[in-house]
T-cell receptor, first 110, second 115 residues
Framework: QKEVEQNSGPLSVPEGAIASLNCTYS??????FFWYRQYSGKSPELIMSIYSNGDKEDGRFTAQLNKASQYVSLLIRDSQPSDSATYLC??????????FGQGTRLTINP | EAQVTQNPRYLITVTGKKLTVTCSQNMNHEYMSWYRQDPGLGLRQIYY???????DKGDVPEGYKVSRKEKRNFPLILESPSPNQTSLYFCASSPEVSGAGNEQFFGPGTRLTVL
């Protein structure tokens, strides 16, 4: 079982709709989780971090963490074509090693 | 401007010719890390460093070396590159060693081709 798993997609969402991205993790001891956005050929860019159970909102983005079920999700409201990218979920294995999922490719259709 | 820089950005080399990819950050970050990214395999950690002279292996360290002699620099060394090391490489740094402060900032990437 991979330590951090994501559906690789592609996920296609119409403009203006809510895009929902999901991630599961295997290490119950993981405390910190991150969502990165990566445009093709570019470096990953941090968009959200979450450390506590529940929701964390930042503009159009909401991250959700459920430690009991070991999943992390990212919701993007009012999706825009510029949100089309690959989204990477990452979590810590142990104290120092950050492990990434394979990424979900998201396409927003105008 | 706060940033992580990598050089070179693109490199084509031949099997066995030693090379170094430099990484530098100007944010006084404690933690630095190297990743490689391959299609279908995602980002995989090669090595990381929690501070000067403190380095440790990630998931795919074979064929790579690193050093951390200064806080700002974390070069990646390929002593004898092989074609299976053809990849996109990213350096990253973060202000904290672990936990809530470990929000990593990535460099622009180095695309390496080994013939």
């Amino acid at each position: 079982q991979k330590e951090v798993e994501q559906n690789s997609g592609p996920l296609s969402v119409p403009e203006g709709a809510i895009a929902s991205l999901n991630c599961t993790y295997s290490d119950r001891g993981s405390q910190s989780f991150f969502w990165y956005r990566q445009y093709s050929g570019k470096s990953p860019e941090l968009i959200m971090s979450i450390y506590s159970n529940g929701d964390k909102e930042d503009g159009r983005f909401t991250a959700q963490l459920n430690k009991a079920s070991q999943y992390v999700s990212l919701l993007i409201r009012d999706s825009q074509p510029s949100d089309s990218a690959t989204y990477l979920c990452a979590g810590f294995q142990g104290a120092q090693k950050l492990v990434f999922g394979q990424g979900t490719r998201l396409t927003i259709n105008p | 401007e706060a940033q992580v820089t990598q050089n070179p950005r693109y490199l084509i080399t031949v099997t066995g010719k030693k090379l170094t990819v430099t990484c530098s950050q100007n944010m006084n970050h404690e933690y630095m890390s190297w990743y490689r990214q391959d299609p279908g395999l995602g980002l995989r950690q090669i090595y990381y460093s929690m501070n000067v002279e403190v380095t440790d292996k990630g998931d795919v360290p074979e064929g790579y070396k690193v050093s951390r002699k200064e806080k700002r620099n974390f070069p990646l060394i390929l002593e004898s590159p092989s074609p299976n090391q053809t990849s996109l490489y990213f350096c990253a740094s973060s202000p904290e060693v672990s936990g809530a402060g470990n929000e990593q900032f990535f460099g622009p990437g180095t695309r390496l081709t080994v013939l």
